[in-house]
């Protein structure tokens, strides 16, 4: 977690970021036409802004630039039917408002995760598992993949600078970066294939595929307005669904 | 009371053409230290992953010979749910031994308890005496990943403590902890002996645990080549022979050429050759 201890999404019961990125993401995809998905891309910054994950914003728009940009040139400038002129340009009309819509689903999405990332406490979200009673294992899963990635940069990192002070080029030509994947994949992935078994190996010591239902160190609130917000997005997302199919 | 038995095990790696272990017999009691040692491939480590039962149920591999371990036969069906929580195993890489999933060095402690379904007055009483032992309280509200090796170990040490194991499985247990944290580690094996706690280290740390060891086996090419008292065997020349060594005096007695029986520590050496 990233968030000030304080942000309003970080005190949120564990499951209802959850749940409201999840809402998000369906209703993104299913929400038809450029109005639609620009109000729910702009709905979910504000609604990241005002929960104190702002930052997941402006991040969210490092990988979104680069996107916004192919999907203007594929579909705004290659794209075909009636024409329209903007500072010189001549424009797809129906190929802008597609890569608006694509464009504002993707700024939707990707902000979502992006918060949802930040707001996540592993420790928060396996106390949430364990006081439903629901399986550890399934809990595990979902929190070990988030925080692989992290510590999978971390790792090539150490290599990156081992490989390095070992007389590997990484910089300069094409040919010396491409020369410098394998060094550098090799000890990556071999390295945390040893780490899965010797985890492997603690976890089993340590109980954790056992029968008995785990305590919840410290359970996280569940209070009415975090049941309410969930009730609220996975009725949303649901409605975006059935406008989508009805509509 | 025998905690730890192997009778004639042997075990051998999948796609290994050496065995690992050969007709290797030795047993472990309650109370006592029990130290294993040998040369690097000895089969120190493999005798402590068969004793926990990981091998072979997670590494493959084909077991031999019998095995006890606090009764039961770590192979078989059940007895990982049997064993849990009663037998500590400790490896020599600390930053592989965290849960992967703790913000904090006290959940880090609290994770198998709480696997176990302790109440949580337990546990958090369990924490405090794990964190307090291994000297390490000022540690509970850091990240267990950003910890330096001796630290991250001392917490691996504090997550088996919590759950007062009959069984203690340590292999290098002092591979990233400096001269304190050794000293603390080698009070703690004794005082978890006292406790009635069986003991078993596998470690070429013999400056450590001469003085701390009941007992010591050394291992050669998986065949157990001696068995018997520590105190007797680090001075003679046996354990030479056996591929294993003797404390850092014992070493420099031998290179000087000193006679069997050898002088083990500073005090003892000054003694011998003030004589």
């Known amino acids: ?247 | 009371m025998t905690r730890l038995g192997f009778d004639d095990v042997g075990f051998t790696y999948p796609g290994a053409t050496v065995p690992a272990l050969t007709g290797c017999s030795f047993a472990a009691g309650a109370g006592a230290v029990t130290w294993l040692t040998g040369a690097l491939g000895a089969g120190t480590s493999t005798a402590l992953l068969l004793a926990a039962g990981l091998a072979p149920m997670h590494t493959g591999g084909l077991r031999t010979g019998r095995i006890h371990t606090l009764g039961l036969d770590p192979a078989e069906d059940g007895a990982a749910r049997a064993l849990g929580g009663r037998v500590a195993l400790v490896l020599s890489t600390p930053a592989t031994q965290l849960s992967g999933i703790a913000e904090t060095v006290a959940q880090e402690v609290a994770f198998a308890p709480a696997n176990l379904g302790w109440p949580r007055d337990r546990i958090h009483a369990g924490v405090g005496r794990a964190l307090e032992a291994l000297a390490i309280p000022h540690l509970a509200t850091r990240d267990p990943t950003t910890l330096s090796g001796g630290e991250m170990q001392r917490v691996v040490i504090a997550a088996m403590l919590v759950l007062e194991p009959e069984l203690w499985l340590l292999d290098e247990p002092t591979s990233a902890l400096d001269v304190d944290g050794r000293a603390l580690l080698h009070r703690l094996l004794r005082s978890e002996a006292l406790r009635g706690a069986a003991v078993v280290v596998a470690s070429e740390d013999a400056d450590g645990l001469a003085t701390v060891a009941d007992r010591l086996v050394v291992l050669t090419a998986g065949r157990v080549a001696l068995d018997g008292v520590p105190q007797d065997l680090l001075r003679g020349d046996r354990i030479w022979d056996a591929g294993a060594g003797s404390t850092s005096i014992g070493t420099l007695a031998r290179v000087a050429g000193v006679a069997a029986p050898r002088p083990l520590s500073v005090d003892e050496g000054v003694a011998r050759w003030a004589r």
């Open chain 1, 1 to 247: 977690m990233t968030l000030a201890p304080g942000a309003l999404a970080a005190r949120a019961h564990p499951f209802t970021p959850l749940v409201v990125t999840a809402a998000i993401a369906v209703a993104a995809i299913a929400l038809p036409g450029a109005m639609a998905t620009v109000a729910l891309y702009a709905a979910t910054v504000i609604l990241v802004l005002a929960t104190g994950a702002g930052r997941a914003a402006l991040r969210a728009l490092v990988p979104l630039a680069p996107l916004w940009l192919f999907l203007f040139l594929l579909h705004g400038v290659l794209g075909d039917g009636s024409r329209v002129t903007v500072a010189g340009l001549s424009l797809s009309r129906d190929g802008l408002t597609l890569a608006v819509t694509q464009g504002a689903r993707l700024g939707a999405i990707a902000t979502a995760s992006l918060a949802l990332y930040a707001a996540f406490s592993p420790a928060r979200f396996v106390d949430a598992v364990a006081e439903r009673g629901w399986p550890f294992s399934a809990a595990y899963l979902v929190v070990a993949t988030l925080l692989a990635l992290p510590r999978f940069r971390a790792r090539a990192v150490v290599i990156l600078e081992a490989q390095r002070s070992r007389g590997l080029r990484l910089r300069g030509s094409v040919i010396n970066r491409i020369r410098a994947i394998g060094p550098v994949t090799f000890p990556l992935l071999l390295g945390a294939l040893a780490e899965v078994d010797e985890r492997g190996f603690a976890l089993e010591t340590r109980c954790a595929a056992g029968t008995v239902r785990r305590t919840a160190l410290a359970p996280p609130a569940d209070r009415m307005a975090d049941r309410m917000v969930r009730w609220a997005a996975a009725l949303s997302a649901g409605a975006a669904v059935v406008w989508r199919v009805f509509g």
